[in-house]
């Protein structure tokens, strides 16, 4: 089973736009949990990775530094930020409020189309679990997440949830392992699916924040635990 994200999935890209390309694909490899927290992203590995020079690769680690999706760590190299227990409770919280608005407002402007895309979307995860495939797991959590939130239509909404999973998405990867997180989070999302079929916004709501609920104490367990055991050595 091959769980690594050393080059995060990233793709060469063409030569129209570099620097917006590139963003956008470390912006949504980040939200995906493509990178581990605490990883360093340098511009020259970034730069062979997508086949481009370093100077388009440097405005786009700039522009994630100033959303904060990375941060100057270990010899001044940018990397994929930590999180403690109290911000991670902060920033869950804060996507409790957002998600459960967005996904609100999301369903009276959903189609069948929409719903389509969430099933496959859903199929995506599924099939990734089984097949000990993480990084697509990740990817299709965060299409459904984004899809669900899209249907909103309220762009400084969906703008507000993706800084907080800019944050959060790194910390993802760690539960990718956990088959129980895993089990439980296909319930929550099939029972989000279902309600959003039948356009009841009060549990599709609910099947939200019984996820992000579930992340947020798995996730802080494993902070509290590596806490525990960086103390001890």
């Known amino acids: 089973m091959d769980w690594t ?10 030569k129209a736009t570099l620097q917006e390309q590139i963003y956008r694909q470390l912006r949504n ?14 511009m020259r590995s970034v730069a062979e990775a997508v086949g481009v020079s370093v100077m388009p690769v440097r405005d786009a680690l ?4 100033v959303e904060n999706a990375l941060v100057v760590g270990r010899n001044r190299a940018l990397e994929v930020p930590k999180l403690d227990v109290d911000t991670l409770l902060e920033i869950s919280q804060m996507r409790t409020a957002l998600e459960g608005l967005a996904v609100e407002r999301a369903i009276p402007a959903m189609v069948e189309a929409d719903l389509e ?3 496959t979307h859903f199929t995506t995860m599924s ?17 459904f997440h984004r899809h669900v939130y899209s249907c909103a239509r309220a762009e400084l909404l969906l703008s507000t949830i993706e800084s907080l999973w800019l ?12 088959y129980r997180h895993l089990d439980n989070a ?3 999302h099939q ?19 019984a996820d992000i609920e579930a992340a947020a104490r798995d996730l802080r367990n494993w902070l509290e635990d590596h806490a525990e055991n960086e103390a001890a050595e």
């Open 191 to 209: 029972d989000i699916l279902r309600a959003l079929e039948h356009g009841d916004a009060a549990a599709a709501r609910a099947g939200i924040v």
């Open 5 to 14: 994200a050393d080059d995060g999935g990233l793709e060469a890209v063409s």
């Open 127 to 143: 099939d990734s679990i089984v097949a000990d495939d993480a990084d697509g797991y990740l990817a299709g959590n965060w299409a």
């Open 167 to 178: 944050r959060m998405g790194p910390y993802f990867r760690l539960t990718a392992t956990d």
């Open 62 to 65: 700039r522009r994630l530094e």
């Open 29 to 42: 490899r980040i939200m995906s949990g493509f990178f581990k927290p605490g990883q360093a992203l340098s």
């Open 117 to 119: 895309a969430l099933r």
């Open 186 to 188: 296909m319930i929550v």
